[in-house]
């Protein structure tokens, strides 16, 4: 099946697979555990964000809950990184995840790109023009 397009839509399934994966990890070690439970709170911020910017109340502020989107994808990349190297026998679920991971990074850091490109500069916004 071809994935969607839409960010928001990969990032809640991007979600689902975080907590099917942080839920087979609840048998392993203390420090499994542990690992597991920050990626799941940062995979699962990702959509949680990208819904808040959906309805961000200007450009600014989706913006913002954009960056934060991006900030929390960066660091479910960096957990999923040190899982793989820590637990190797988790290689075959972490990596298509990892694989997602990037892709999502580089769609939410296109839509910021273009939501700051496509702003009115200060000197338009000063004199009234658009």
Known sequence: MAKSRDV???SFDFACD????HRS?????????RLSNQLLAAGTSIGANLAEAASG???????????????????????LRLLAKTTPTLG???????????E????????????????PSARTRESGRR
Request: hydrophobic fraction near 45%.
């Open 8 to 10: 928001r839509v990969r």
């Open 18 to 21: 975080v907590v099917a994966l």
């Open 25 to 33: 990890m609840q048998l392993g070690d203390w420090t499994t555990r």
């Open 57 to 79: 109340q200007t450009r600014a502020d989706f913006i913002a809950k954009n960056c934060i989107a991006l900030k929390e994808a960066r660091e479910t990349l960096y957990w």
């Open 92 to 102: 075959e679920h972490i990596t298509p995840l990892t694989q997602e991971c990037h």
């Open 104 to 119: 999502m990074i580089a769609m939410v850091a296109t839509i910021i790109n273009s939501a700051r490109s496509n702003a």
